[in-house]
T-cell receptor, first 114, second 117 residues
Framework: GESVGLHLPTLSVQEGDNSIINCAYSNSASDYFIWYKQESGKGPQFIIDIRSNMDKRQGQRVTVLLNKTVKHLSLQIAATQPGDSAVYFCAESVFGGSNYKLTFGKGTLLTVNP | GAGVSQSPRYKVAKRGQDVALRCDPISGHVSLFWYQQALGQGPEFLTYFQNEAQLDKSGLPSDRFFAERPEGSVSTLKIQRTQQEDSAVYLC?????FGGGAVYEQYFGPGTRLTVT
C-alpha cells in the first residue's frame, strides 16, 4: 500500500546558533497567532503569541515576527539548545470569534546538534 | 498543579469497534477543545465545549464521532465503527475562560494514539 512519511520541513542547527522557523498562514481574517513546540509523545506546548496589532513580540530567548502584508510569521530562537529539538507549529485564530479554535500549520522539525 | 490528562494513552481497535477517549481538563477550566493529529501533520480542530455546552462541532469528520462533557469537567470523545482513517493522535486542550476580550492559553494533554487495524 501507499506509505505515508513525515514530509515536515526540517531545520538543522548547531548548538548555540540562532534558529529561524517560518510559517505562512492562510486566513487573512486571523488576528491572533501562536507558536507551539511539540516533543515526541507529548502535546503541543505554548511558546509565544502575538496579536495582529503588533509586528514583533519578544519572550525569553524567543521572538515572533508577524508580517500581515504577506501573511507570514516567524519564530526566532536565540542560542539554540539541544532541548529545543522538537516540531514547531504556528497556529492562527480569529480573536473575538465564537471560540478560540486554532488552525495549525504543517510544522517544522528542528534538530539541534551538540 | 496537574495538567490536562488523557486516557488511555494508546488504544488499538479493530475496524468496526467503538472506542471512547477520555479527557480530564485542568480544574476550573471552562473551555475544552478536541483536536485530531494525523502523522506528520498539525492538529486539526474537532469540537469545542464551554462548560457542558458543545458550541462548535464543525470539525467532527463524520456522524461516527461524538463528544460530550455532561458535567462541564471531564469530556469523552467517542468514535463508533472505527475505520482505518481514524488512526491518529487525539488531543484535548483546556483553557481558563472565554470572553471578556482576553485570550486564554490552551493547555494540551499528551494525547491518545489510536490505531485502527
Amino acid at each position: 500500500g501507499e506509505s505515508v512519511g513525515l514530509h515536515l520541513p526540517t531545520l538543522s542547527v548547531q548548538e548555540g546558533d540562532n534558529s529561524i522557523i517560518n510559517c505562512a498562514y492562510s486566513n487573512s481574517a486571523s488576528d491572533y497567532f501562536i507558536w507551539y513546540k511539540q516533543e515526541s509523545g507529548k502535546g503541543p506546548q505554548f511558546i509565544i503569541d502575538i496579536r495582529s496589532n503588533m509586528d514583533k513580540r519578544q519572550g525569553q530567548r524567543v521572538t515572533v515576527l508577524l508580517n500581515k502584508t504577506v501573511k507570514h510569521l516567524s519564530l526566532q530562537i536565540a542560542a539554540t539548545q539541544p532541548g529545543d529539538s522538537a516540531v514547531y507549529f504556528c497556529a492562527e485564530s480569529v480573536f473575538g470569534g465564537s471560540n478560540y479554535k486554532l488552525t495549525f500549520g504543517k510544522g517544522t522539525l528542528l534538530t539541534v546538534n551538540p | 498543579g496537574a495538567g490536562v490528562s488523557q486516557s488511555p494513552r494508546y488504544k488499538v481497535a479493530k475496524r468496526g469497534q467503538d472506542v471512547a477517549l477520555r479527557c480530564d481538563p485542568i480544574s476550573g477550566h471552562v473551555s475544552l477543545f478536541w483536536y485530531q493529529q494525523a502523522l506528520g501533520q498539525g492538529p486539526e480542530f474537532l469540537t469545542y465545549f464551554q462548560n457542558e455546552a458543545q458550541l462548535d462541532k464543525s470539525g467532527l469528520p463524520s456522524d461516527r464521532f461524538f463528544a460530550e462533557r455532561p458535567e462541564g469537567s471531564v469530556s469523552t470523545l467517542k468514535i463508533q465503527r472505527t475505520q482505518q482513517e481514524d488512526s491518529a493522535v487525539y488531543l484535548c486542550a483546556s483553557s481558563l475562560l472565554f470572553g471578556g476580550g482576553a485570550v486564554y492559553e490552551q493547555y494540551f494533554g499528551p494525547g491518545t494514539r489510536l490505531t485502527v487495524t
